[in-house]
T-cell receptor, first 112, second 117 residues
């Protein structure tokens, strides 16, 4: 089955810097890769996603890149702000009835 | 209007009790899910229903029984609660099962924090 791994449990950056969170997956059949943001005590919320037929997707300060050969995908946040502080989860789906396999989460801390 | 809602928000109960958590979505989605988030924040899928039909049933003790009376509702009943069941339970929904179409974004409910004493 699919295995999704996050490289960093925590990441601390200064406000205005960029943050990159990398995620690996094991199942080459995976075709959908969302990133979720979860603030303390709140629900996970989708911030960006990418499908396997695309290498990169951008939405304002947020981008996701996918490397299918190496089986990893990364979340890029530019010009970080304190409100970007949260836990970020990557996930992968191989179209098995909608099963999303989540990585363990990276806690991003943006220091003013 | 809340898209995916859950009740109750908090549930504190004794070991051995039976409890239910309810979920409703008003997005017109066909697929609904239950996830468990443990104390280390790890999110793990438990069940998925598509049009009231069970399509994912992960390795979950059979004390957990989901029920979907219609495609807008997915409830979770837990029998004989144990200490290890303490967690936050999230309901989610998507138009199609994730990975199958372009409208497969999963929207999460606010969560139910279950504490078993």
């Amino acid at each position: 089955g699919e295995n999704v791994g996050l490289h960093l449990p925590t990441l601390s950056v200064q406000e205005g810097d960029s943050a990159v969170i990398k995620c690996t997956y094991s199942d080459s059949a995976s075709n959908y890769f969302p990133w979720y943001k979860q603030e303390l005590g709140k629900r996970p919320q989708l911030i960006i996603d990418i499908r396997s037929n695309v290498g990169e997707k951008k939405d304002q300060r947020i981008a996701v890149t996918l490397n299918k050969t190496a089986k990893h995908f990364s979340l890029h946040i530019t010009e970080t702000q304190p409100e970007d502080s949260a836990v970020y989860f990557c996930a992968a789906s191989a179209n098995q009835g909608g099963k999303l396999i989540f990585g363990q989460g990276t806690e991003l801390s943006v220091k003013p | 209007d809340t898209a995916v809602s859950q009740t109750p928000k908090y549930l504190v109960t004794q070991m051995g009790n039976d409890k239910s958590i309810k979920c409703e979505q008003n997005l017109g989605h066909d697929t609904m899910y239950w996830y468990k988030q443990d104390s280390k924040k790890f999110l793990k899928i438990m069940f998925s229903y598509n049009n009231k039909e069970l399509i994912i049933n992960e390795t979950v003790p059979n004390r957990f029984s989901p029920k979907s009376p219609d495609k807008a509702h997915l409830n979770l009943h837990i029998n004989s609660l144990e200490l290890g069941d303490s967690a936050v339970y999230f309901c989610a929904s998507s138009q199609e099962p994730s990975g199958s179409a372009f409208t497969d974004t999963q929207y999460f409910g606010p969560g139910t924090r279950l504490t078993v004493l």
